[in-house]
């Protein structure tokens, strides 16, 4: 009973303590803090590492796998997969409307299958909206104003021709691609074009026009001034299966709509186009195979006419794609997929031997061992475990903290020391009120440290935001760390641990002050001045 009162004495009378306690706060604070954004940052990066990849990928690149058609046939076949698409990858400049030119990769896909392994489809930007995000109080976003279905087109990545009417093949870049839009802080995407011009825009009353809102007046406007109602030129350069450069493909494509990922890099190089256009302009279309002996020139007929000699088709090459991705069964994991992926290749190569390519000519990864995702997770791994060790190590000084103060403590407190061994304390019982006290300080430390951390992480961004607006300075620069938003979310279980972690240490730094209240001598203690 003694030491309960004892320890709720000096917690509620001691300033010395109260610093302790506000050294383990801010200790587990900040712990808990950079946990939570680094190791939000790589779950962030394995979540989006899927998207638009899918589980496994089989890839020949340049000059791609024929019959891929079949090969897909046999991978959905397998209880263990559930979906597969090709794909065709290739290095492009894309010229924009207003002169601007930048090199992007370009990856043809078919919508809808593209969709059922990667998500795709929950990637575009531009769709309906029913209700308003909560920052967006004054309903800015532009998506409010869509019709249901906008999304349709980005899906199946076509737009019809506004002269003929006729369907053509679209591009979607990612949201960051053009720089035509901007994100806002409450997280939506604004025109650049009317970015700081006091701009607004809504839907005609008849819904088939816009208009547009500035410095009081109204006009009306068939398109929107954004990227999803302009059009891209890509120029790419088909590569022979010698590695020789063919000629140089040029396309104006018209712009469907736009996806977003929330990675930078990702959002920020890529353009998706419909397949076959693609395959078109890398030369990995489907094509005629003509005799080697063929040469052209003119030709005289049988009816003495002259015309120019036409080659002699003997086959027919099928057209490639340059990945194929898949998607696994649901429970199935990636390795297992990986391994079915394996098998199912070698038997694809079985039945067209020397048709495609052998199963050491490609390769077949997990999504997160692509090498351009691999580095990048171990990395990121690496310094999260680096930038832990070293705070905890920081935090070390709330144990040294807290030894220090109760050292004096108990220097302070000698003669009530043996005051209580003089009433028949024992040993174990006088140093059980500081090892409980520092317990004490320990968790309530560590509960408002945590505490304080929930309340730093969840509202990261809004403080980010507003540090940027006074300062002028964002320390979260996308461009640097990939991600549009900072995480935000706190695992529980790392909470727990640290919070532990928090009264763990406060109690080894009691310890030694513990014991050494515990053996002295009480005849000495009460003649102590």
Known sequence: MYQALLTRRYLTSKLMPLLAALAVVLCTAMVLVVWSVM???????????????????????????????????????????????????????????????????????????????????????????????????????????????????GLMLTENNPFTGEPVAAAVPGIEATGETSRQTGGWYQSAYTEGLGVTLRRSES??????????????????????????????LPISGRGAAIDVQVRKIPIANEFRTGLYEVDQGIVLVRMDLVQEMLKLDRAVRVADSFSSGVTTNDDGSESFAEPEIIGEEPARATSVLIKGAPGVTDQRVKERCVAIYAQFFEAHPFEVPSPGQVRIDKWDERPSVAHLIGAVKTETSLVLALFGFISLTAVFLVFA??????????????????????????????????????????????????????????????????????VWDPKVYYFTVIPNKVVLWQAALILVGGAVFSVLGSILPAAKAANMDPVRALRFE
Do not use: C
């Open 39 to 153: 190791g939000g940052f790589l779950g962030m990066l394995l979540d989006t590492g899927r998207l638009l990849v899918g589980d496994v990928e089989i890839t020949r690149p340049v000059t791609g796998m024929p019959y891929y058609e079949e090969l897909i046939e046999r991978l959905e076949a397998d209880p263990e997969i559930k979906a597969a698409t090709a794909t065709v990858e290739g290095l492009a400049l894309m010229g924009l409307e207003d002169g601007r030119t930048m090199a992007v990769k370009v990856i043809g896909v078919d919508g809808k299958g593209y969709d059922a392994v990667t998500g795709y489809g929950d990637t575009l930007w531009w769709r309906h909206l029913d209700q308003p995000n909560k920052k967006d109080v004054s309903r800015e976003d532009l998506r409010l104003q869509l019709e249901p279905g906008y999304e349709d087109a």
């Open 207 to 236: 819904g088939d026009r816009w208009v547009m809102q500035s410095d009081g007046r109204e006009y009306v406007i068939d398109k929107l001034p954004f990227t999803i109602d302009q059009s891209i030129t890509l120029s790419m």
């Open 405 to 474: 103060i109760f050292w004096a403590m108990v220097s302070e407190k000698t003669k009530d020391i043996g005051i209580l061994r003089s009433v028949g304390a024992s040993r174990s019982g006088v140093g059980m009120i500081f090892i409980s006290y520092g317990l004490v300080i320990g968790l309530v430390g560590a509960v408002l440290g945590v505490a304080l951390a929930f309340l730093i992480v969840h509202n990261i961004n809004p403080i980010h935001e507003w540090i940027g607006q006074v300062t002028g300075r964002y």
